[in-house]
Nanobody, 121 residues
């Protein structure tokens, strides 16, 4: 067992905020690095932010100062706080994690189903 489920997407005006969540479910043994990616129509999927199991974060230049990635290891949950949203942030946001579960005890890379974020006036 093991899967990632995103939530929190929606429609927001420019300058607004959203908080995305990604919950890992199943028989979880551990989670290493986690990250948020996004993909706009016609574009390649790109890294937004990444966080290690120790809490070290990396952010794309385009979101620095606006987005904050965090995780709650006790809840096996990843978050992305998005502030000062811009129209160019519009995309499907995907959760990614190297997840250790009963399916793959040694771990494998998992993707969530994606959640739509639309920034428009």
């Amino acid at each position: 067992q093991g899967q990632l489920v995103e939530s929190g997407g929606g429609l927001v005006q420019p300058g607004g905020s959203l908080r995305l969540s990604c919950a890992a479910s199943g028989t979880i043994f551990g989670i290493d690095a986690m990250g948020w990616y996004r993909q706009a129509p016609g574009n390649q999927r790109e890294l937004v932010a990444r966080i290690t199991s120790a809490g070290t974060t990396t952010n794309a230049d385009s979101v620095k100062g606006r987005f904050t990635i965090s995780r709650d290891n006790a809840k096996n949950t990843l978050y992305l706080q998005m502030n000062s949203l811009k129209p160019e942030d519009t995309a499907v946001y995907y959760c990614n994690a190297f997840l250790r579960s009963s399916d793959y005890p040694l771990g494998r890379n998992y993707w969530g189903q994606g959640t739509q974020v639309t920034v428009s006036s």
